[in-house]
């Protein structure tokens, strides 16, 4: 008998939800797959990694190279201001043709905003010399990997777009081969392995990749419009608000972490984090990136969120149990000193879960247009500010620890999960399917 995967997905479909899959569904399991095999296997290779830094660093020096890419981060929540995700938006809606006026168009967007970025920051160094104290000898690092990383994005968020999850794979993977080169060559060759190695095995194999898409999309950039520019910044706006919020908040957990518990303390946190984050992260990886393209031109979103949520009830309990064992296995690997705290990987597990939810629903309020989305947008800075005030707060009261600061992220994690469902259920226009017309307003 000749396997037919869709006569499985229909039998899936049927059993839980009570109806057939439609070709859409079908088509979307078929590119899930793909994603699904790809990514799994680049971030396997690239946790194997993670977890060889955790073991051969320690817990000081991992957290500098932590507390390098966390700052990194929050540079890149400014200076990206939404670029990777519209690119995946104007690629999806224009990728017939012209195109290229948008790769172009966020391309240079992007270079000035890091220019805006960097020179800002300089500034701010020559006014407030203090505030980049704990980080100055490190901004050549975090510099450099601001630029890589936020072009990676920008092509990458082009090639899902496009739809091109199997180049995708292969450009993925020549990064993350890169860097499995490298650090079997620094592991092998020297004896002391440093936060300064690390980075360059990881930044390598990003810049391995970020030549490549150069070199694949050589014959596509032109002179964009100005009305594509204005295009582009008009869309992000609301996005960029909000990612450069969310990215922001973030990374405050690990700021204070470093700050006020130290830099071993940010090497266990981060431990942790590396531990429970690699099932989820990839899960989220594999299903938004073919997810997020997907919806963007979906009749009825609120009926996919309704779909989506009765499924995650019966998955996110079993993908829990599996992560909390999983993590322990991995917390004994990296060594002694990072000890096995039950309550703290208990909280770090119910997080990691719980991504899963908020970024599915965060695509499908993103896909629903900028009003919308921008209610999410305000609710969200109302938490963030709360959520960072509780650390302050914490700190003040002399109640500050790892644990107190894992609590508090899983009850901002829930109460954002909250927002989106009570914004999506309530503003989010439903499509009656006879007439094939919204049932209300799009506030679009």
Do not use: W
């Amino acid at each position: 008998m000749i396997f037919d995967s869709k006569i499985i997905v229909n039998k899936v479909h049927t059993k839980v939800l009570g109806y057939p899959a439609s070709e859409k569904t079908h088509t979307f399991i078929s590119n899930l797959s793909s994603s699904t095999v790809g990514l799994f296997t680049t971030s396997a290779i690239s946790y194997l990694i993670g977890i060889l830094a955790g073991r051969f660093l320690g817990v000081s020096q991992f957290g500098i190279y932590n507390l390098i890419i966390s700052t990194g981060q929050v540079i890149i929540s400014i200076s990206l201001f939404g670029l990777d995700t519209s690119s995946v938006y104007f690629t999806s809606k224009n990728k017939k043709e012209n195109f290229e006026k948008h790769i172009s168009a966020h391309l240079l967007v992007l270079t000035l905003n890091l220019l805006i970025s960097f020179f800002t920051i300089e500034v701010i160094r020559s006014v407030f010399p203090t505030i980049f104290n704990k980080v100055a000898t490190l901004l050549p690092f975090i510099f450099l990997y601001v630029i890589v990383y936020s072009y990676k994005s920008v092509f990458d968020g082009v090639l899902r777009g496009l739809g091109s999850f199997k180049k995708q794979t292969i450009l993925r993977s020549a990064e993350i081969l890169t860097s499995l080169f490298l650090i079997s060559f620094f592991l092998l060759q020297f004896s002391n392995y440093t936060y300064t190695k690390h980075f360059i095995t990881i930044i390598s194999g990003q810049i391995a990749l970020l030549i490549t898409f150069f070199i694949v999309f050589r014959n596509k950039f032109v002179v964009p419009p100005f009305n594509t520019i204005k295009s582009v910044y008009m869309y992000t706006s609301t996005i960029a608000i909000g990612g450069i919020f969310g990215n922001i908040i973030s990374q405050i957990d690990k700021l204070f972490v470093a700050r006020f518990l130290g830099i071993d303390a940010l090497g266990i946190y981060s431990g942790y984090l590396t531990a429970t984050s690699f099932i989820t992260l990839n899960l989220i990886a594999a299903f938004i990136n073919v997810f997020l393209p997907s919806v963007i031109n979906h009749e009825n979103k609120k009926a996919l969120f309704h779909k989506i949520n009765k499924l995650a009830s019966i998955f996110l309990p079993i993908t829990f149990i599996f992560i909390f064992i999983a993590s322990t296995i991995i917390l004994k690997f990296l060594g002694h000193e990072y000890s096995l705290d039950i309550l703290l990987l208990t909280f770090f597990c119910l997080i990691a879960t719980l991504q899963v939810l908020l970024t599915i629903n965060y695509s499908i309020l993103l896909s629903a247009g900028n009003n919308i989305f921008s209610k999410y947008v305000r609710a969200s800075i109302i938490t963030g500010i709360i959520y960072t005030l509780s650390f302050i707060i914490l700190v003040y009261t002399n109640k500050y620890s790892l644990t107190s600061t894992t609590l508090n992220l899983l009850a901002y994690i829930i109460v954002q999960i909250i927002i989106q469902i009570l914004i999506i259920t309530n503003h989010l226009p439903s499509f009656d399917v006879k007439s094939k017309h919204l049932v209300g307003k799009t506030n679009d």
